[in-house]
């Protein structure tokens, strides 16, 4: 039980490697909090929202108190430079790089001392395929 007592937040925790994730967390003895687009036993929606956002932080720091681990999970959609459109583009970047780092921010002030932000990221931000521009972008900037 590594982790009892510790809160562990997870972007696009429902599915996927966030759930897996969630669930190596939880097996371990965290609590754990997740923000998804897809339904979901704590908290439903998108990243991209500041205001969603806002509302998951407050959630978080009313049930819990404090954040020890943040994995910013959430998947920026998986477009090519031909068909993705300056919208879906800016979306990307607001999944994958704006609201990991506001996220964060909200979470600042009730960090355990040994706090871990954890982002996840791909090997397509150093090699993008084609039809991946957008999430490539989108995880590059994460990484950096």
Same mark, same amino acid.
């Given at each position: 039980m590594r982790f009892q007592d510790k809160v562990v937040v997870i972007t696009g925790g429902a599915s996927g490697i966030g759930k897996t994730i969630r669930d190596r967390f939880e097996a371990e003895g965290a609590k754990t909090a997740i923000i998804d687009i897809r339904p979901n036993d704590y908290f439903q929606?998108?990243?991209?929202?500041?205001r969603l956002l806002e509302q998951f932080a407050a959630k978080v720091i009313r049930d819990f108190g404090k954040v020890d681990?943040?994995?910013?999970?959430?998947k920026p959609i998986m477009q090519g430079i031909d068909e993705c459109s300056y919208e879906a583009? !800016?979306? /990307?970047? $607001?999944? &994958?790089?704006?609201?990991?780092?506001?996220?964060?921010?909200?979470?600042?002030?009730?960090?355990?001392?040994?706090?871990?932000?954890?982002?996840?990221?791909?090997?397509?931000?150093?090699?993008?395929?084609?039809?991946?521009? !957008?999430? /490539?972008? $989108?995880? &590059?900037?994460l990484a950096a």
């Open positions: 929606g998108s990243v991209s929202d500041q681990i943040l994995v910013n999970n959430a583009f !800016s979306h /990307a970047l $607001a999944v &994958g790089v704006s609201g990991p780092f506001y996220l964060t921010r909200l979470f600042m002030p009730v960090f355990s001392d040994q706090a871990s932000v954890i982002n996840i990221t791909s090997t397509r931000q150093d090699q993008s395929m084609p039809q991946t521009e !957008s999430y /490539a972008a $989108a995880k &590059g900037a």
